[in-house]
């Protein structure tokens, strides 16, 4: 069937587009989704004016998030897994798992949609697109690591390197202000010696 357009559709087409889709795509997602309708002649009067209007939208759009792309370009996020012998995870690192760790460690709110990737299911480094419009699909790097050792880079990689030492900087900090086994900060215990002494 073909259907007219009124949204942009990721790998299918903009707005005011006339497309042949499947039957059963056509009627069963674009259609009650009100991203498409019919190409009836009715509808093609009307698709100059739904490309422009879409256009003008699009322009909008990509300003808007012109900020959280800035953001999301040539970030790294780390992934602690288990993994086989042959570096198979026992599982897989989900797009759902990105995209909270984009909105936990770098502020940008995402849809797990958003995140271009099949499930990921080996140790190693990987580029992930992360749609967030037709034309914006800023870049980030996912490195997934053996847990319990430290991810092993490219020595030429830099920026891989110094983002995986502020990581580690501040893992270590968290261990070292919380209590051991309930017992009191060292400072704490430090000034109790004090007191004990004035005394």
């Not at 419009?133 to 053996?146: F, G, S």
């Not at 020595?155 to 501040?170: H, T």
Request: glycine residues 8%; proline residues 5%.
């Amino acid at each position: 069937m073909k259907v007219l357009l009124l949204k942009d559709v990721y790998k299918l087409g903009r707005a005011g587009d006339v497309k042949k889709v499947a039957n059963g795509y056509g009627r069963n997602y674009l259609i009650p989704q009100g991203l498409a309708v019919s190409a009836t002649p009715g509808a093609m009067k009307q698709a100059e004016r739904i490309r422009t209007a879409a256009n003008t939208r699009r322009v909008v759009l990509n300003q808007e998030l012109s900020g959280d792309a800035q953001k999301l370009t040539g970030q790294v996020l780390f992934f602690a897994a288990r993994a086989s012998e042959t570096g198979r995870l026992y599982g897989s690192v989900t797009t759902r798992m990105v995209a909270d760790e984009v909105k936990d460690k770098i502020g940008v709110e995402i849809s797990y949609r958003q995140v271009e990737t099949e499930p990921l299911r080996n140790l190693g480094k990987y580029t992930v697109p992360v749609r967030l419009t037709i034309d914006l699909a800023p870049k980030l790097t996912v490195v997934i690591h053996r847990e319990g050792e430290t991810p092993t880079l490219p020595e030429d990689d830099e920026e891989l390197e110094e983002q995986l030492e502020v990581q580690v900087v501040e893992a270590v900090d968290v261990v070292e202000e919380a209590p051991l086994d309930g017992e009191s900060p060292a400072d704490d215990t430090a000034e109790e010696t004090r007191e004990a002494d004035s005394e």
